[in-house]
């Protein structure tokens, strides 16, 4: 859609124009100037505009990249009108920020985004809070239904909280979006800017100094971590659904953390680290090893996958993981057979390619599960729209 634009989130000079297969844009370099300078939008008043101008805006300023769909996880289409939109309030992901710090003092911000929100859908703006939220930004939050949730992860995927409160049928599409990118749409109503800034957390047991930064969409990772030991994996996003970026690598555009592994490429001796170790050090979701019997032990994983793919068979080990009402491994089979039908029936339309991400690393098979769905994704918007 060439009415979706990517804004730039500094002002500068185009330094390089990274390319990869068949002239694929990967990355665009800019040299950023001493001080940013803005194009002027001009203040405006949600409540005063219509639908129409509020989308205009979002996609000359560059902010509607920020607004997702459902079905498909792709960037929301200005031309449809959504049935709801969806926000979820806290992350569950391993390691990730902290959104009651992230929105504190910032609660004009989350309002004034909310409620461009709730101007772009005759339904309802749905904000998907813990149990344990405790940020007045949150809980005050106006032109929202407060949709409350407990548990660990995935409790915090937007698309788990859309299942279990209004599931998508054939037909419908609903929105999503992050607080973060609530409160950049905010920020460009109330001061008429783009302004992309938003609060990062560097994680990870390899990480010198974990700890927030403010810092910009598309920031270089050494920027934010300094040099890295060999042997560690910088991870843009969270241990379970990111992308390896490298330090030499840049923060990607919906990415809220940096995660720092360590590669576990090294020797390992097979009676005291491999496959026939006692295991006490190593965590296992299908209670392999002895150390399940130590539920409070805390450990440091590592990205060794500890063998190939094999056979997939699997026999309830996606479903202790998998809060949705369908059948995780008949779906992934029917997307390998490319059965478009029967991935409709089983539900493809409501997922996205995180929400499997706990399949993913419980599998004794070594299935790439997200892999899977996002390629049945593609496949089934080529095919039915």
Request: charged letters at 25%.
């Amino acid at each position: 859609n060439e009415r979706v634009l990517f804004a730039s989130p500094v002002s500068g000079e185009v330094a390089d124009v990274i390319r990869g297969d068949k002239r694929k844009v990967l990355a665009v370099r800019i040299i950023a100037d001493k001080e940013t300078r803005y194009q002027e939008f001009g203040p405006a008043d949600p409540a005063k505009m219509d639908r129409g101008a509020i989308i205009e805006r979002l996609l000359e300023s560059g902010c509607w990249p920020f607004i997702r769909q459902r079905p498909f996880d792709v960037v929301a289409d200005p031309a449809q009108e959504p049935r709801d939109i969806f926000i979820s309030a806290f992350d569950t992901r391993p390691l990730a920020a902290d959104l009651d710090l992230v929105v504190r003092n910032n609660g004009a911000e989350l309002q004034a985004g909310l409620d461009v929100l709730a101007k772009l859908t005759k339904g309802r703006v749905h904000l998907g809070l813990s149990d344990r939220t405790a940020a007045r930004e949150f809980l005050d939050a106006k032109n929202v239904q407060h949709d409350t949730f407990k548990g660990p992860h995935p409790a915090g995927n937007v698309g788990v909280q859309i299942h279990h409160t209004a599931p998508i049928n054939k037909g419908e599409v609903v929105w999503t979006t992050g607080v973060q990118d609530v409160m950049v749409i905010g920020r460009l109503f109330l001061t008429g800017h783009f302004d992309a800034t938003r609060t990062v957390a560097v994680t990870g047991s390899e990480a010198r100094n974990p700890k927030y930064h403010r810092t910009l969409i598309g920031a270089p990772v050494k920027d934010l971590i300094g040099d890295v030991e060999p042997g560690v994996r910088v991870v843009s996003g969270d241990p379970l659904s990111g992308s390896n970026v490298g330090v030499d690598g840049h923060l990607g555009f919906y990415d809220t953390q940096l995660t720092l592994l360590p590669e576990g490429d090294e020797p390992k001796f097979f009676l005291t680290d491999g496959w026939l170790s006692p295991g006490l050090n190593k965590l296992s979701a299908s209670h392999a090893y002895p150390s399940w019997l130590m539920p409070g032990k805390r450990y440091a994983p590592d990205t060794n996958q500890n063998g190939e793919e094999r056979a997939f068979v699997m026999s309830g080990q996606y479903e202790a993981v998998f809060p949705f009402d369908i059948y995780p491994v008949h779906l992934l089979k029917a997307i390998l057979v490319n059965d478009i039908e029967q991935m409709e029936n089983l539900g493809l339309l409501e997922v996205a390619p995180e929400d499997f991400a706990l399949c993913e690393f419980v599998c004794t098979s070594k299935i790439e599960s997200q892999a899977i769905v996002r390629e049945g994704l593609d496949v089934l918007k080529k095919e039915t729209t």
